[in-house]
């Protein structure tokens, strides 16, 4: 029974089945937007003030920022040089040290210490470079959080903080 | 196959429900006299075995829920509950903990199987690809599974695995916190892992049936990959099938007993007794053994994005392995050298499993990166080449002509001279 011309008919088997299409689509957005991180976890990743007096040259404390481990990093003499001291051109993902800490703070390096490869949590303190170490895949990051060794693609990254004072940054 | 008898109900009631559901009559045709060939090995028992374990998992993992809480807070605690104060709870969750261990297994050798035999050639193409969806369909379930318990190493198993989308360009973080439900792994991620582990069983039994579907449609292949041609090549599922399915069922299950009641804890990691801390990864950090060789390849590969599509390239060319594969003959007893690539294959597999768990360096990331090479070029070169190259060994004529000599099985007891039934 079909013919060469278009029926009203049809029209209306297309339009039909537009609308249920559209409709079943349009459900999708609510049953796949409920995963998505709710109102109550978007609230609690405000941002974090962290006082600088009690960490000692050398030290590398950790806290805890929307659930990431953020490493503030007190960095000795010794550790900014041999940060600045490197070719840039040469590393995986290029990247002066001067790009990755405030200017006038250069002792004062913050990252999230989140590897860049898988999420584990790399070991300050660790590995050839004396930067960190992650253990789960051997990714290997210097001093200023470069990717130096390993499967990580990336440089560790850097959260959003300022200054408020010399001894107070703001995370977030 | 034709001439079998057809179901008589034996029964009233059965006669009466016969013509309102016949499902008598589905298992009599499917499960008692359906026509399996008669030369069929251990290996072919498998199958049943996979079905069993899902049947513990499934009645286990039911129970176990029955006591477990899916919160951050409560998880671990609830599961050292069920470790110490439930009647029984000990008992149950080892039997699911090394059932997941035990599926896998079993996973593994039905596909070897399939493998070595041919299995997946024409006209068994979508067979095979069912299996290979229910492969996926297990790794992600044991994955979730996997979380629950919510350990040192459920914790960063979800890390690790979830952050493998973080690989995908553009993306992939926004995916990564859309699975999340968060900024990190936390107790959305726990929530929903729930859900899901315990959904996803339900639908391994549907692709189940598919399979067993598309195997009564396509018949089962035999070792001698010769199709079924007369009754003689044949004999009724029942009792012949069933027999043995069961024998090795048993000394399966023996196995399996032997790992629950002897070295319940051999195959799990003693970090996951750590609950979980988000600020800290374990130092030598694996997945579950059955996950380790593709594990393996991911590590092999010093490129994030590379190693993670090798990742899942190494499950997916499973599913084209009916075309890779060229050769019209379909069982490794007539393909000389297939054979012989074949076992260097199941070593490698094996191989790289054993270097899953070893620490990423040195020689082993170069043993790790020769297997790989083997692995995706068995698939992608050998078996399209073997099948243009190879000269097979002629096939027999028929299953039976290769397992019976005038209608008596060969290496039976010679039989009486006088008198002998052909």
């Known amino acids: 029974m079909s013919s060469a011309e278009p029926t009203r008919r049809d029209f209306l088997y297309i339009a039909t089945a537009s609308v249920a299409a559209f409709g079943a689509a349009a459900t999708l957005v609510p049953l796949i937007a409920q995963m998505n991180p709710d109102a109550s976890t978007i609230a609690a990743g405000a941002p974090i003030e962290v006082d600088l007096t009690p960490i000692a040259d050398g030290q590398v404390i950790k806290v805890f920022w929307r659930g990431k481990p953020i490493y503030v990093n007190h960095r000795t003499k010794k550790q900014i040089e041999e940060a600045q001291n490197v070719d840039v051109a040469k590393l995986p993902d290029p990247q002066p040290d001067s790009a990755r800490v405030k200017p006038g703070h250069d002792q004062w390096q913050v990252l999230i210490g989140i590897c860049t490869h898988l999420g584990c949590i790399p070991i300050a303190h660790q590995g050839p470079y004396d930067g960190y170490f992650c253990p789960c895949h051997g990714s290997v990051y210097d001093t200023s959080g470069r990717i130096r060794q390993g499967p990580a693609p990336l440089n560790l990254a850097l959260p959003p903080y300022e200054f408020l004072s010399d001894t107070k940054i703001r995370i977030g | ?422």
């Open chain 2, 1 to 422: 196959m034709s001439g079998h008898p057809t179901y008589q109900p034996q029964s009233a009631f059965m006669r009466w429900m016969e013509r309102r559901l016949p499902i008598g009559g589905l298992i009599y045709s499917s499960f008692v006299v359906y026509p399996t060939p008669r030369n069929l090995n251990y290996w072919w028992t498998f199958g049943g075995i996979l079905a069993f374990m899902l049947g513990v998992q499934i009645v286990t993992g039911v129970v176990l829920a029955m006591h477990y809480t899916p919160q951050v807070d409560f998880a671990f605690d609830s599961v050292e509950r069920i470790m110490r104060d439930v009647n029984y709870g000990w008992l149950l969750r080892y039997l699911h903990a090394t059932g997941a261990s035990m599926f896998f297994l079993a996973a593994y050798i039905h596909m070897f199987r399939g493998m070595y035999y041919g299995s997946y050639k024409d006209p068994r193409e979508v067979l095979w690809i069912l299996g290979v969806i229910l492969l996926l369909l297990m790794i992600i379930t044991g994955f979730m599974g996997y979380v629950l318990p919510w350990g040192q190493m459920s914790f960063w198993a979800a890390t690790v695995i979830t952050n493998l989308f973080s690989a995908i360009p553009l993306v992939g973080e926004p995916i990564v916190t859309w699975l999340w439900g968060g900024y990190a792994v936390g107790n959305p991620t726990l929530n929903r892992f729930y859900s899901l582990h315990y959904l996803l069983p339900f639908v391994i039994v549907g692709v189940v049936v598919l399979h067993i579907w598309a195997l009564h449609v396509a018949g089962q292949n035999n070792p001698t990959g010769v199709e079924p041609k007369s009754e003689e090549d044949t004999v009724a599922f029942t009792p012949y099938a069933t027999i043995k399915d069961s024998f090795l069922l048993a000394v399966f299950c023996i196995l399996f007993a032997w790992f629950v009641f002897y070295i319940p804890n051999f195959l799990l990691a003693p970090d996951n007794y750590i609950p979980a801390n988000p600020a800290v990864t374990p130092t030598h950090i694996v997945p579950e053994w059955y996950y380790l060789p593709f594990y393996a390849i991911l590590r092999a590969i010093p490129n994030k994005l590379f190693g993670v599509m090798a990742l899942g390239a190494s499950i997916l060319i499973l599913a084209f392995l009916p075309w890779l594969d060229t050769s019209k003959v379909r069982s490794a007893r007539y393909r000389p050298l297939y054979r012989q690539f074949f076992w260097v294959f199941v070593i490698v597999c094996v191989g790289l499993g054993w270097l899953g768990g070893k620490p990423p360096e040195g020689n082993y990331v170069l043993i790790a990166r020769i297997f790989t090479v083997y692995y995706f070029a068995f698939f992608l070169v050998i078996l399209p080449v073997l099948g243009k190259v190879e000269r097979t060994k002629p096939l027999p004529n028929s299953i039976s002509e290769s397992v019976l000599r005038e209608g008596k099985p060969i290496g039976a007891q010679a039989p009486p001279p006088a008198g002998a039934k052909a």
